[in-house]
């Protein structure tokens, strides 16, 4: 549930977003086509990123939950959207397929830290697969460069051209049911590993 410290930054992240979406933008996508959508929503990223009051709010956050400074490395956070009904299909979450973020090399010891910063339904939030919390599942990963990855982010920073990129999928068919998704309000916190297997 919501504390003070994920409030803080859900707020500071929503008011960054509101002022380049206006008000609600839960439902920007019904207002604007996808490239002004695209164009706003990343003017705003560009102002969130890297600004030292987000850090010290990400610094108080941790705090919060009793992380040790000197043995806790983070990274500078980031605001996810997933579009629905087709708008902007690659949406600026990707991948949307089933995944461990450890296939794109990401720590194993690495954990994710989701903020909503607006209710989200069950059903509008990412999906985990517990038929895999103990199971491997052989993957393409052996042929991801994470250099490439960054460098196509660079280039197309809406990941439309990350999209398209050779990105490490499944082998195999996956059992997507069941699955659990986590209903949450604005400052809920949802933290879970980069090894755990997830889609959107």
């Known amino acids: 549930g919501p504390r003070t410290t994920t409030v803080a930054l859900s707020n500071y992240a929503a008011s960054t977003i509101e002022q380049m979406l206006g008000a609600e933008p839960p439902s920007a996508q019904q207002r604007m086509s996808e490239a002004e959508f695209s164009i ?5 990223l560009r102002n969130f990123r890297h600004r030292r009051s987000v850090l010290e709010l990400v610094r108080s956050l941790l705090s919060d939950f009793g992380c040790d400074p000197s043995e806790t490395y983070f990274s500078s956070p980031e605001i996810t959207a997933i579009t629905g009904q087709g708008f902007l299909a690659q949406g600026f979450g990707a991948p949307r397929h089933p995944h461990r973020d450890t296939w794109f090399a990401a720590s194993p010891s690495q954990l ?3 903020i909503s910063l607006y209710e989200m339904a069950g059903m509008s939030s990412i999906a985990f697969h517990p038929h895999y919390w103990d199971w491997p599942v052989a993957n393409s ?3 991801f460069h994470y250099r490439d990855w960054e460098e196509a982010e660079d280039f197309a920073p809406d990941t439309a051209l990350r999209a398209t990129w050779n990105q490490p999928r499944p082998l195999e068919a996956v059992t997507l049911h069941p699955e659990i ?3 949450t309000i604005a400052g809920g916190l949802t933290m879970f590993s980069a090894a755990q297997l997830y889609s959107v």
């Open 40 to 44: 706003l929503f990343n003017v705003a």
């Open 112 to 114: 994710h830290w989701w």
């Open 141 to 143: 990963s052996s042929d």
């Open 181 to 183: 998704r986590i209903a």
